[in-house]
T-cell receptor
Framework: DSGVTQTPKHLITATGQRVTLRCSPRSGDLSVYWYQQSLDQGLQFLIQYYNGEERAKGNILERFSAQQFPDLHSELNLSSLELGDSALYFC???????????????FGDGTRLSIL | TQLLEQSPQFLSIQEGENLTVYCNSSSVFSSLQWYRQEPGEGPVLLVTVVTGGEVKKLKRLTFQFGDARKDSSLHITAAQPGDTGLYLCAAHSGNTPLVFGKGTRLSVIA
């Protein structure tokens, strides 16, 4: 158990819809990272928040947005969903703001999003 | 864009065999990490290597970071069915986001 909790575990919805994925980081971790994993693209970094502020941005689409709340949990909002958005979405957390070797990321078990 | 190429993409072996998987890039990295991911779960960190030429051992797993810090290998001795999973390498330089390879999917048959 990594200590990172993601809900829901599975989500099935239709094209054009909007969904919210939730992540609670490990106790004491201030950074939250969101990743998308698909078979053809592998694990892609989307965005990082540190203590409520956006810290780094990766290949995140404009239709996607995220935020980190004062209690440090984070939500990833996906809107105008397309078939290609079907993937596993992972959240990870770490202690500090930087991605360094002595501050490893701990991953949740992901949310499997299926767009019909 | 920093890319990590992992090979082979798929590997199916018999229990007891040895194997090596590779992670290569044209970029120099500050550190490189290996993860194992099992179905329905998130990646779990196995090891981090930082120094060029560094070798780390974790039971039957041996990890090596290339001298130039551009590549790494993972060697498993006497593979067991419990080693089955997706092996991912990930690396970063400076404060850039972690970049992941697409992984090697290992199947160890009893």
């Amino acid at each position: 158990d990594s200590g990172v909790t993601q809900t829901p575990k599975h989500l099935i919805t239709a094209t054009g819809q909007r969904v919210t994925l939730r992540c609670s980081p490990r106790s004491g971790d201030l950074s939250v990272y969101w990743y998308q994993q698909s078979l053809d693209q592998g694990l892609q970094f989307l965005i990082q928040y540190y203590n409520g502020e956006e810290r780094a941005k990766g290949n995140i689409l404009e239709r996607f947005s995220a935020q980190q709340f004062p209690d440090l949990h984070s939500e990833l909002n996906l809107s105008s969903l397309e078939l290609g958005d079907s993937a596993l979405y992972f959240c990870a957390s770490s202690v500090g703001p930087y991605q360094t070797s002595n501050q490893p990321q701990h991953f949740g078990d992901g949310t499997r999003l299926s767009i019909l | 864009t920093q890319l990590l190429e992992q090979s082979p993409q798929f590997l199916s072996i018999q229990e007891g065999e040895n194997l090596t998987v590779y992670c290569n890039s044209s970029s120099v990295f500050s550190s490189l990490q290996w993860y194992r991911q099992e179905p329905g779960e998130g990646p779990v960190l196995l090891v981090t290597v930082v120094t060029g030429g560094e070798v780390k051992k974790l039971k039957r797993l041996t990890f090596q970071f290339g001298d130039a810090r551009k590549d790494s290998s993972l060697h498993i001795t006497a593979a067991q069915p419990g080693d089955t999973g997706l092996y991912l390498c990930a690396a970063h330089s400076g404060n850039t986001p972690l970049v992941f390879g697409k992984g090697t999917r290992l199947s160890v048959i009893a």
